[in-house]
């Protein structure tokens, strides 16, 4: 499998090398050279596949000659093998045809686990032997940084450097980044929103006099490797509900674009997906985007969903880029423009293109609380303000009557509790596992959000490249 850029004049890159690279050098990102596919009775086949085995099937075709099976499933194992339930994201019915998806059983209770603890590990395999000094750059609206830093603390060859914006993630978000007090990572509070700690990051990728000094690599979700293994959750729920013979529909909380580009990249491999809904809250680019063909930058508003409090989605020029005909010169052209202006129109080709698989939905404040209510009296779920934003955009879809609707769970509530609270009176408490949380001594930096200050702190920590 080799991998191409979105922009279409970065070097072409195995899975290896795409895993340890993260963004490309001309600014855009890595796709596969083209879509493997799953027949109909190889997804069929995964029906009583454990996760595991379902990782495997899904992910090799993207692997190609990289690792073995066998050795994928060893790192899978070892990966999974640290979530709190056996089927590592089951399926709960909340009526006749709505369905969560939960993905928070990871250690940080949150679904970038998924994918985040199979990234540490293959970083790891990648940099043994060898005397690469990785200097991960990240940024995070909360539940990313919490997942990486838990993956990569302590790992050899590794240096993590994660900013998140201060006062905008929730205590949980932050404490449990900021109490991991191994030598290698390193946290960062910057005075500004999300969309400035994406900024900054992507500047330190594209700043050739930084980006040449250090090893860079990323855990966000530009990283291909990370949402690769988030595309395995997809058939792992569909299969249960009747695919490949019933297609099933998907909502998804979204902000930054690559949880539902996942889901994307299932239905091009083959899985029937009657639908993805793109959930936004009140911070809409997406909606906006999908239902008007207006893709605008606004102001961050902070919401009680902080981990969608995001105004420019980076996974976003990924749909695009395959929408448009997978065009490396126009995409540049688009993106670039969209970097100046901050707005840029979708082509008819691309909003076709999207109409045919998407819907899109703007959840304010008070349907999210409806959505946490209605979940907790007539369910007896309880749920975070992320999923009840999925949810509530499942519930009003519109969707025929026989499509089951999974809408993905992306965070355990008691990451979220004064939230889930004040919309259903009962207070969350969070898993054993990570239950002195509170007690723990916390350690991060606070800059203010300019390249200078950033770069400065992170030369001065640093491996310099060989």
Known sequence: MR????????????????TLAGLARDGGLYLPESWPQLSPDQIAALRGASYVDTAVAVMMPFIGATMTPAELRALCVQAYGRFAHAGVTPLVQLDHRHWLLELFHGPTLAFKDVALQLLGLLFERFLTGTERQLTVVGATSGDTGSAAIDALAGRMGVDV???????????????QMTTVLAPNIHNIAIDG?????????????????????????????????????????????????????RPVAFSVPTGNFGDVFAGY????????????????????????????????????????????????????????????????????????????????????????????????????????????????????????PHTAI?????????????????????????????AVERATGAR???????????????????????????????????TPAP
């Open 428 to 462: 969350p408490v969070l898993p054993a596992r990570v239950g002195d949380l509170f007690d723990r001594e916390e350690r991060f930096a606070t800059l203010p959000a300019t390249f200078a200050a950033v770069t400065d702190y992170v030369a001065a920590r640093a």
């Open 265 to 384: 990249v299932a239905a091009k491999m083959g899985l029937p997906v009657a639908k993805l809904i793109v959930a936004t809250n009140v911070n809409d680019i997406l909606h906006r985007a999908l239902s008007t063909g207006t893709y605008a930058q606004g102001t961050v508003v902070a919401t009680p969903s902080p981990s969608m409090d995001i105004q420019v989605s980076s996974n976003f020029e990924r749909l695009l880029f395959d929408l448009g005909g997978r065009d490396g010169t126009a995409n540049a052209a688009q993106m670039h423009g969209f970097e100046a202006t901050r707005a840029m129109q979708l082509t008819d080709r691309q909003r076709d293109g999207a109409r045919a698989l998407f819907a899109s939905d703007r959840v304010d404040l008070n349907d999210m609380a409806l959505a946490m209510r209605w979940a907790h009296e007539c369910a007896g779920e309880t749920i975070d």
């Open 161 to 175: 450097f994660m900013l998140h914006p201060a006062g905008r993630v929730s205590d949980v978000q932050r404490r």
């Open 193 to 245: 929103s999300f969309d400035d700690a994406q900024a900054l990051v992507k500047a330190m990728f594209n700043d050739r006099a930084f980006s040449g000094r250090f090893a860079l690599s990323a855990v966000n979700s530009i990283n291909w490797a990370r949402l690769m293994a988030q595309v395995v959750y997809y058939f792992y729920a569909a299969v249960r509900l009747g695919a490949p013979e």
């Open 3 to 18: 991998y191409i850029s979105t922009r279409g004049t970065a070097p072409i890159l195995d899975f290896q090398q795409v």
């Open 390 to 418: 999925g949810l509530s955009a499942a519930r009003r879809a519109g969707l025929g009557a026989d499509v089951p609707v999974v809408t993905l769970a992306t965070a355990h509530p008691a990451k979220f509790r004064d």
